[in-house]
T-cell receptor, first 114, second 114 residues
Framework: EAQVTQNPRYLITVTGKKLTVTCSQN?????MSWYRQDPGLGLRQIYYSMNVEVTDKGDVPEGYKVSRKEKRNFPLILESPSPNQTSLYFCASSLSEFYTEGYTFGSGTRLTVV | SQKIEQNSEALNIQEGKTATLTCNYTNYSPAYLQWYRQDPGRGPVFLLL?????KEKRKERLKVTFDTTLKQSLFHITASQPADSATYLC?????????????FGKGTKLSVKP
C-alpha cells in the first residue's frame, strides 16, 4: 500500500531531551515536507526537501533540523525540545510533478513537551 | 508575503444542499491551487488541484473554480451528505519558489446535518 509512515504516533518528552520523529514513504516521491498543526494557526511548514541532500526552510524552522540522506526517509530532529513545540506534526510527500497531484500525508505524530 | 484566507471557520448546512467554501489569497497568483479534506486527528487528504489557466475542475460531487482576477477559489460539494463533514483546506504553491513550499489556509469546518 502506498503510504507515508510516521513514528511514533504519540510522544511525551521532557524539555531539552533530543528526539527524532521518523518519516518514510514507499512511493519513490521526490518531494517531502514536515508541517506542524496548532489550533487557530493551521498547518505551518517547517522544512521541505526537493530531493536527496536538498532541503530548505519553511515558515517555522526554528528549533528543528532535518536530513534527507535517502529518498524514502525524511526525519525531523528536535535537538532541544521546548514546550512551545508541543503540537501535531505531519510528514508529507509528493511526486516532483505538482501539476497533477498534491501531497500524501502521514497519520501524524502528537508531541507533548513538558 | 503571500497569504491565504478561508473566510469561514465553520459552515453548517442541511443534507442534500450544496456546500460552497471560499479561499482567497493576496498578492501574486499561484501557478495552481489545491484542496484537501482533513478529519479530526488525521492527516489531510488531497482532493483536487486546479491550475491558473483552468476555470473549473470537477470530480464526482466536487467542483473547484479558480478566478485569478478575484484572487479566489470556490470549492463546491453538491448533494452533501453527513459523511462530507470534515475540515477542508486550500493550499497554494508560492509562485517562483520551490515546488515543495506549499502553504495552507486555516481551513473551514463543514458540518452536514441529516
Amino acid at each position: 500500500e502506498a503510504q507515508v509512515t510516521q513514528n511514533p504516533r504519540y510522544l511525551i518528552t521532557v524539555t531539552g531531551k533530543k528526539l527524532t520523529v521518523t518519516c518514510s514513504q514507499n512511493m519513490n516521491h521526490e518531494y517531502m515536507s514536515w508541517y506542524r498543526q496548532d489550533p487557530g494557526l493551521g498547518l505551518r511548514q517547517i522544512y521541505y526537501s526537493m530531493n536527496v541532500e536538498v532541503t530548505d526552510k519553511g515558515d517555522v524552522p526554528e528549533g528543528y533540523k532535518v536530513s534527507r540522506k535517502e529518498k524514502r526517509n525524511f526525519p525531523l530532529i528536535l535537538e532541544s525540545p521546548s514546550p512551545n513545540q508541543t503540537s501535531l506534526y505531519f510528514c508529507a510527500s509528493s511526486l516532483s510533478e505538482f501539476y497533477t497531484e498534491g501531497y500524501t500525508f502521514g497519520s501524524g505524530t502528537r508531541l507533548t513537551v513538558v | 508575503s503571500q497569504k491565504i484566507e478561508q473566510n469561514s471557520e465553520a459552515l453548517n448546512i442541511q443534507e442534500g444542499k450544496t456546500a460552497t467554501l471560499t479561499c482567497n489569497y493576496t498578492n501574486y497568483s499561484p501557478a495552481y491551487l489545491q484542496w484537501y479534506r482533513q478529519d479530526p486527528g488525521r492527516g489531510p487528504v488531497f482532493l483536487l488541484l486546479i491550475r491558473e489557466n483552468e476555470k473549473e475542475k470537477r470530480k464526482e460531487r466536487l467542483k473547484v473554480t479558480f478566478d485569478t482576477t478575484l484572487k479566489q477559489s470556490l470549492f463546491h460539494i453538491t448533494a452533501s451528505q453527513p459523511a462530507d463533514s470534515a475540515t477542508y483546506l486550500c493550499a497554494l504553491w508560492l509562485y517562483g519558489g520551490s515546488q515543495g513550499n506549499l502553504i495552507f489556509g486555516k481551513g473551514t469546518k463543514l458540518s452536514v446535518k441529516p
